[in-house]
């Protein structure tokens, strides 16, 4: 019997001596690995809807879209389609057509594990095709002998431009909040700038789809956008976050 304790202390030691044979890190690091979503969002614009539905000047629908590339980046556009009916002083005109935006968001907020919110600067290059009707116009005349009321009658006949074309900038800050499982709401105001354009001589563009209204004397507009979208995972891709301890304890040493 004491030969059999003599023989399990003897092969306890030799295991304890093995296991203590084995290098000390003293440089160990704290690895956290997690997994990310990465996918597609889509959405629509909830602010051109009540417009539409408020304004009978105005149909508008707009589709929203982007994709995660990076961690911080993603890829994203917007389709859409508007028409808009504006009365000035001496005339009244409709403006219809399409646009498109494509470009990048940058995220800068810093989120909680498994948190997907986005505050983001981003730039879009947009193009647009539309046409102008003149409905009616009239005509300025000092001499308001014949018309007290208001000048005189040009023209009820609606008159038709087509072929017109814009391009412009766009920078965009905006944000997107998760309210429900992979259900964002999100809202953006853009700042454009107007690079190249394609008028008639004798009507100017002074609305653009997507741009929206555009003035003498100034190439900028500003815009804005209300959506709710849903973000479909595709894929899931690793993250490797480490903390070094030996950094860790020099700063609480520090302190």
């Excluded at 408020?54 to 028409?83: C, H, Q, S, T, W």
């Excluded at 005339?91 to 907020?109: A, E, P, R």
């Excluded at 600067?121 to 005349?141: C, H, I, M, V």
Aim: with cysteine; aromatic share 18%; proline share 2%.
């Amino acid at each position: 019997m004491s030969r059999f304790f003599i023989n399990l202390y003897f092969s306890f030691f030799l295991c304890f001596a093995f296991s203590q044979s084995k290098p000390i890190d003293l440089n160990a690091k704290d690895t956290i690995v997690y997994k990310q979503s990465y996918g597609i969002s889509l959405g629509i614009d909830l602010s051109r809807i009540i417009t539409s539905s408020l304004d009978d000047n105005y149909k508008g629908f707009e589709i929203v879209a982007d994709y995660r590339l990076k961690p911080n980046l993603y890829i994203a556009a917007e389709l859409g389609n508007e028409e808009k009916t504006r009365q000035e002083d001496l005339y009244n005109f409709t403006t219809s057509g399409s646009y498109l935006k494509v470009g990048v968001n940058k995220n800068n907020y810093a989120n909680w594990y498994g948190e997907h919110n986005l505050i983001y600067l981003g730039g879009r290059l947009a193009f647009s095709k539309f046409e102008n009707t003149l409905n009616n116009y009239q005509y300025f005349d000092t001499n308001r002998y014949w018309s007290e009321e208001g000048f005189a009658s040009g023209s009820d006949i609606p008159e038709k431009f087509s072929g017109l074309s814009a391009t412009w900038l766009e920078a965009v800050f905006g944000t997107k909040v998760e309210l429900f499982s992979n259900v964002y709401v999100g809202a953006s105001i853009r700042l454009g700038l107007i690079i190249s354009q394609k008028e008639d001589e004798r009507f100017p563009n002074l609305w653009i789809p997507g741009f929206n209204k555009v003035t003498y004397d100034s190439n900028f507009g500003v815009g804005y956008n209300y959506s709710i979208s849903y973000f479909l995972p595709l894929y899931k891709k690793k993250n490797k976050v480490e903390n070094k301890i030996e950094q860790s304890k020099k700063e609480t040493e520090e302190l």
